[in-house]
């Protein structure tokens, strides 16, 4: 986990500091910015990939991206995009995101990542904002005259000491409801979450959003018997599981005990030797809500 921020467009503010501060806890191990034609990106870290040379927000080309998150097969974009003569210099995912931008444009390079990310790119002209495919890591925006203003989360967009704080009635309602407030409102009114999947580009203050990944209506697979069924489920989880424990770090699972989540520490513990650690979260005195039994007899089951 990251934590990304900044602005784009022109502004006579510049609270750098605080806004990639209120993300500290994004990214405790490094803070960085850099400055663009019209605006800045800034990244707090959280070392995964690279954890020397990875260093944020990353130049290629014409483009400089910020991201939050990781993008699993950038082994082999970067392989591809060396034989077309590209030079990297770190290792680090977000560098093979700036070269495919600056190689085959917003549009493909979004369609041949695997991953989950928000990505703000740029070539200094225009701001691309970016979502992965379901939504996994956060991404908020907002207009201030003719400055679009983005960060991880609500608290960086809250850092501008000129922006309102009006709460959006709507989004409480969804909140009270739902328990979360889906995309595009928030609770504040003015500032909207990306939605999954999506993708803004602002260019000469003009904003243009769209869906660039829709979910595949199901095949249908009628014709075949259970034990094929759980095969294919088998093979699916195994190979997803698999692109993300690549990392030079020890590898946890949240663990509730439940179906999902045991599944994927049985998928980690098989693919990785060293002992892997698992984490539960308790709520004393709400019954309902403790799944530390059956996470601790899974947590067993898998030493």
């Known amino acids: 986990m990251c934590g990304i921020a900044g602005a784009f467009g022109p502004t006579r503010l510049h609270p750098r500091a605080a806004v990639l501060a209120a993300l500290a806890h994004r990214g405790p191990d490094d803070s960085h910015h850099v400055q663009l034609e019209q605006g800045w990106l800034g990244v707090r870290r959280l070392s ?24 699993y097969n950038h082994g082999p974009l970067r392989r591809e995009l060396e034989a077309n003569g590209r030079v990297f210099h770190a290792q680090s995912d977000t560098e093979v995101v700036a070269a495919l931008i600056d190689e085959v444009g917003i549009d493909r390079a979004l369609e041949r990542m695997e991953g989950q990310f928000a990505i703000a790119a740029s070539d200094g002209r225009q701001l691309w904002l970016a979502r992965d495919r379901l939504g996994q890591k956060p991404l908020y925006w907002t207009m201030r005259g003719e400055e679009l ?63 660039w990944w829709r979910p595949p209506l199901p095949s249908d697979h009628r014709g075949l018997g259970r034990e094929r069924w759980a095969q294919s489920v088998r093979t699916a989880m195994y190979a997803a599981t698999r692109k993300r424990v690549q990392t030079e770090l020890p590898i946890a699972v949240l663990l509730s005990g439940g179906i999902d989540s045991s599944i994927v520490a049985a998928q980690v513990r098989a693919q990785r030797a060293e002992t892997l650690n698992t984490f539960s979260v308790v709520f004393p005195g709400q019954p309902s809500f403790d799944e530390s039994g059956p996470a601790r007899r899974m947590a067993d089951h898998l030493q």
Do not use: C
């Open 48 to 71: 995964i990939v690279d954890i020397e040379g990875g260093r944020q927000p990353v130049r290629s080309g014409r483009i400089t991206v910020a991201m939050n998150g990781e993008v």
């Open 149 to 211: 203003r983005f960060g991880s989360e609500l608290k960086a967009l809250l850092s501008w000491p000129d922006q309102p704080r009006s709460l959006d009635r709507v989004g409480l309602q969804q909140l009270l409801m739902w328990e979360y407030i889906p995309a595009p409102r928030s609770i504040y009114e003015g500032v909207q979450k990306l939605a999954r999947g999506s993708l803004l580009h602002l260019e000469q203050g003009r904003i243009q959003q769209r869906t």
